[in-house]
């Protein structure tokens, strides 16, 4: 990768002109840019139409529990629910969600609604930058038209735009906003170099400049469309793998001992991206006429796993002996990954509904999730203390650190008869060889 394309700096770009940055949608992208630019020495508005998350934040209270709330008191960020925020602002950045409908079409209602309301407050000479995940295109044929229409102005004389994708990962201090490479671009050249200093002034791992705003929409599309397709690989052999009676975990270490085998492990696929994003490339490929089936075909592989969970602990319910309409199942972790608090998009929803469908209980134990939304998303019931008493099957949901000390004698001894675990993680095999647990993985 050339220089140009990849500026690697050992020290950011200094703020020599304190800019004004108004970012648009204040929740696990938007917060953390707003924190970002404010430590980078410049002038940040945080606008949001959440009255209740504006209040947090006010309060000095991350609701992200990514940052901290120290990192909340300690900035100088002016947030609000009032549009003038945006007014003055050199930059608006909208980091809004992007949703699918049931239909898997992409839904850009929030997109719209901020184009709007930004392009009611905006100030001539300014420029916005679309972060959200989008379909290629988007930011110029859906975003620019809304901000035009609202604002009089016309792209390319009186305000100008960018595309670049939020690379942010929930709950991984590894990769912050800080520690990864940034996509950036823009409608024309001068707007892409004005956008490569303003983001250098925040990332330390380098800028990447896309040559156009498709490219930079296309690049977030296919960085999870790849992760997507590997992880249903692997998910698909470990089903077939079942079938055969063949150990997939073995066929996976004895295939990655080749050189260029890439290690994918079989599990759920939940959150706002993996399986999100797919249907914004397949839904704009079809537009142009064209049928993109592999990235179809792995989304449907994904998409059934949650089910194939259910039908394992019910195969493993019934070898147990156990009465389907009689029995007891306790799912550890019910959040879209380890060690982050979000249910939303988690795929244990599928899993849950499998197996009520054939009269099982089921009840939930999530130490980090919210017990009033997990009862209020899957509408099962929850426990506050971890409790093993009596259930006839344990799923691992969401393999949460709390799990790690599990005291895996007292687990045996308080479950029902002949109990079944089913690891979707592949976290406990070796721990519960030695006990009456029967155990199941992907």
């Keep these: 990768m050339s220089d140009t394309k990849l500026n690697r700096q050992s020290e950011r770009y200094k703020a020599v002109d304190t800019r004004n940055v108004c970012i648009v949608g204040l ?8 924190v970002g630019f404010d430590q980078a020495g410049h002038n940040v508005r945080g606008y ?5 998350t504006i209040s947090r934040l006010e309060e000095g209270e991350d609701p992200t529990k990514d940052l901290g709330d120290d990192t909340i008191q300690n900035s100088d960020i002016n947030f609000g629910t009032d549009p003038e925020l945006i007014t003055d602002a050199e930059y608006v950045i909208i980091t809004v969600p992007t949703p699918v409908s049931d239909e898997k079409d992409p839904n850009l209602d929030y997109v719209k ?15 916005v930058v679309l972060e959200s995940t989008v379909f290629p295109g988007a930011t110029r044929e859906v975003l620019a038209p809304v901000i035009e229409e609202a604002s009089n102005y016309t792209l390319g004389d009186e305000f100008s735009v960018g595309y670049s994708p939020e690379r942010l990962v929930p709950g ?45 929409e296309a690049a977030k599309c296919i960085e999870n469309i790849q992760r997507d397709i590997n992880i249903a690989l692997v998910n698909e052999l470990a089903i077939a793998c079942d079938y055969l009676g063949v150990d997939s975990n073995a066929v996976l270490e004895a295939a990655g001992t080749k050189w260029n085998f890439h290690d994918y492990r079989p599990g759920l696929v939940g959150g706002h991206c993996i399986p999100v994003d797919p249907f914004f490339f397949i839904y704009k490929a079809k537009k142009q006429g064209f049928n993109p089936n592999l990235i179809e075909t792995a989304r449907e592989v994904n998409e059934y796993i949650p089910e194939h969970v259910a039908k ?4 493993g319910l019934n070898l147990s ?16 990954k380890p060690n982050v608090e979000d249910i939303r998009t988690s795929a244990i929803g599928g899993t849950i509904k499998g197996l009520e469908e054939f009269g099982i209980e089921v009840t939930g134990h999530d130490p980090q999730a919210d017990n009033d939304e997990v009862r209020c998303e899957f509408e099962i019931a929850v426990q506050n203390e971890l ?15 709390e799990y790690e ?28 060889k030695e006990t009456n647990i029967k155990y199941y993985r992907l």
């Excluded at 949001?48 to 209740?52: E, F, G, Q, V, W």
């Excluded at 156990?322 to 550890?332: C, F």
């Design 113 to 127: 609604s901020a184009a709007r309301t930004v392009g009611e407050n905006l100030s001539p000479g300014s420029t």
């Design 387 to 401: 409790d093993f008493d009596n259930f006839d099957a344990v799923i691992l949901g969401a393999a949460h650190d």
């Design 48 to 52: 949001d139409i959440s009255k209740a």
């Design 172 to 216: 991984d201090e590894k990769h912050s906003l800080e520690n990864v490479v940034k996509i950036v671009s823009g409608c024309n050249k001068e707007t892409l170099d004005d956008l490569v200093e303003l983001y250098s002034s925040v990332i330390d791992a380098g800028i990447h400049e896309a040559p156009s705003l498709e490219v930079a």
């Design 27 to 34: 929740g696990y992208v938007g917060l953390p840019l707003a």
């Design 312 to 315: 394992q602990t019910i195969k």
């Design 405 to 432: 000390s599990i005291d895996i004698k007292t687990m045996s001894e308080e479950l029902g008869e002949n109990p079944v675990f089913i690891d979707t993680e592949d976290i406990f095999e070796g721990d519960l």
């Design 321 to 336: 002996g156990k009465v389907l309409q009689e029995s007891k199942v306790l799912i550890l972790g019910l959040t879209y």
